[in-house]
């Protein structure tokens, strides 16, 4: 079992830059691959960016975001993080960290019911 922790939400202007980090406790981190998923208000939680358990080689993004975001992993620090620039109005949601221990390609695990681990989720709100 590992728990998750987010942080590094804000207000930002649009075309800002965030860095939001997720700390997750246990000795097995590594081995799981981790997303960050949003949820904006009245939406359904959406799949933002995933990365390949262990040495984090293999990253997979939502079209929304390719370009913009960059997620990466430091198995050292127990630490997953998704860089944020160019940031839009359209990016303000609850950003929420998760970890799946599913044995998929990176870019089947797209789906919130693909993670069985999650944070309690940091605001990020962008102003226009």
């Known amino acids: 079992q590992v728990q998750l922790v987010e942080s590094g939400g804000g207000l930002v202007q649009a075309g800002g830059s965030l860095r939001l980090s997720c700390a997750a406790s246990?000795?097995?981190?590594?081995?799981?691959?981790m997303g960050w998923f949003r949820q904006a208000p009245g939406k359904e939680r959406e799949f933002v960016a995933a990365?390949?358990?262990?040495?984090?080689?293999?990253?997979n993004y939502a079209d929304s975001v390719k370009g913009r975001f960059t997620i990466s992993r430091d198995n050292a620090k127990n630490t997953v993080y998704l860089q944020m620039h160019i940031l839009a109005p359209d990016d303000t949601a609850v950003y929420y960290c998760?970890?799946?221990?599913?044995?998929?390609?990176?870019?089947?695990?797209?789906?919130?019911?693909?993670?069985?681990?999650w944070g309690q989720g940091t605001q990020v709100t962008v102003s226009s």
């Open positions: 246990g000795r097995t981190f590594s081995t799981y691959t």
């Open positions: 998760a970890a799946s221990p599913r044995l998929r390609p990176i870019t089947e695990l797209v789906s919130a019911t693909d993670y069985d681990y």
């Open positions: 990365i390949s358990s262990w040495s984090g080689s293999n990253t």
